[in-house]
């Protein structure tokens, strides 16, 4: 596709239930990044991985959160049992290199849980 | 570890009027991006700066580069309402990882037509 693209667009689940959220990176850009956007907030950052390894875990708020990327393409981040202070925005960039060059980023995927 | 931080967090204008949105950093930056959101959209690249003092314009947008790379400005001269949003600042630190931007919370700006 033309962009990143990010799905669901929305989401919402009920507290404890486990969650997954699916990002797709311009095609051959090998560096992929997730934040969380929490209302009116900044960037958290939480994850980024460079082809299929993510040498960056450290913005993962708890054991909770975890994400994969396979093929050097899709990445899924999985929350599971989750609470309500885990809803936000959570967004998806990808970058043709680890080299901190320019982000593109999806539409994101609102996650509101009750 | 390296803060980004930016003021004001709010910025209300009359359309006309100019704007002007500071990131400062806690650490010295190897470079530092500009990005556009707007409501219920997802932050946009405007542009980035290496060059210490670098000065860049787009159209009545104008970017500046601190001298020291520790802080930068954003400046909107004469702002219509299709300059709302929210605008993000994100330095790479220098020596730091060659591929983490670290994000200011950004500066909501909202233009009164």
């Known amino acids: 596709g033309a962009g990143v693209s990010q799905s669901p667009s929305n989401k919402v689940t009920e507290k404890g239930k486990d969650v997954e959220l699916r990002c797709d990176p311009i095609?051959?850009?090998?560096?992929l990044y997730w934040y969380r956007q929490s209302l009116g907030q900044g960037l958290e950052f939480l994850i980024y991985f460079q082809g299929n390894s993510a040498p960056d875990k450290s913005g993962l708020p708890s054991d909770r959160f975890s994400a994969e990327r396979t093929g050097g393409s899709v990445s899924t981040l999985t929350i599971q049992r989750t609470q309500q202070e885990d809803s936000a925005v959570y967004l998806c960039?990808?970058?043709?290199?680890?080299?901190?060059?320019?982000?593109?980023f999806g539409p994101g995927t609102r996650l509101l849980v009750l | 570890g390296q803060q980004v931080m930016q003021i004001p967090q709010y910025q209300h204008v009359q359309e006309g009027e100019d704007f002007t949105t500071y990131c400062n950093s806690s650490?010295?930056?190897?470079?530092i991006q500009w990005y556009k959101q707007r409501p219920g959209g997802h932050p946009v690249f405007l542009i980035q700066l290496v060059k210490s003092g670098e000065v860049k314009k787009q159209k009545r947008l104008t970017f500046q580069f601190g001298e020291a790379k520790k802080n930068s400005s954003l400046h909107i001269t004469a702002t219509q309402t299709t300059d709302v949003g929210t605008y993000f600042c994100?330095?790479?630190?220098?020596?730091?990882?060659?591929?983490?931007?670290?994000f200011g919370k950004g500066t909501l700006l909202t233009v009164n037509p």
């Open positions: 095609s051959g850009h090998t560096a």
């Open positions: 650490t010295t930056l190897s470079n």
């Open positions: 960039a990808s970058s043709p290199s680890g080299g901190a060059l320019t982000q593109y």
């Open positions: 994100a330095g790479k630190n220098s020596g730091g990882s060659n591929y983490k931007l670290t």
